[in-house]
């Protein structure tokens, strides 16, 4: 026997056909499986949580109509909030930023200034060392007058 003659397909109350397969008579768990109502495959099959909502007509005074756009407007104020409290978070870290950034490049500019002071310092100080120390081998003779004189 194939998977197929052992199948028996049926409309359920809602236009859904449901795969009835031997598995089901046999005590185990079912598992309805959608499948398009139309012949040629064409339609979308349709989940049960979204049966019958395009016909059903909204009384717009009813209780259950008025809560739900109650708990959908709060929904919709709390994410209006929480986007702009966001926005506002965001604002704030930017201009903490820029201020870091304005002492950061005033504090690279005192640093190279400070730089700039100690290498002249340390070349002003290094040609007069050098100045001062004659190279070896070009002594004078006047630490030993007695020579000069004969």
């Known amino acids: 026997m194939s998977k197929t ?5 049926s409309t359920d109350a809602n236009g859904v056909s449901v795969i009835h397969t031997p598995a089901h008579t046999s005590g185990l768990q079912q598992v309805p499986q959608l499948v398009p109502v139309s012949p040629g495959g064409g339609g979308k099959a349709v989940p049960p949580s979204k049966q019958g909502k395009k016909n059903s007509f909204v009384d717009r ?4 109509y008025r809560q739900r756009r ?3 407007n709060m929904a919709v ?21 820029k201020e870091e950034n304005e002492r950061l490049e005033a504090k690279i500019k ?7 002071v100690l290498k002249d310092l340390f070349l002003e100080h290094a040609h007069s060392f050098a100045d001062n120390v ?5 002594e004078t003779s006047t630490a030993n007058p007695e020579s000069s004189g004969q």
């Open 5 to 9: 003659s052992q199948q028996n397909p």
């Open 70 to 72: 109650e708990r959908n």
């Open 61 to 64: 005074n009813s209780d259950e």
């Open 110 to 116: 005192l640093l190279t200034k400070e730089l700039s």
């Open 134 to 138: 004659q190279p070896v081998g070009t």
């Open 77 to 97: 104020k709390k994410s209006r909030l929480k986007s702009k409290q966001k926005a506002q978070d965001t604002l704030q870290r930017v201009n903490q930023l």
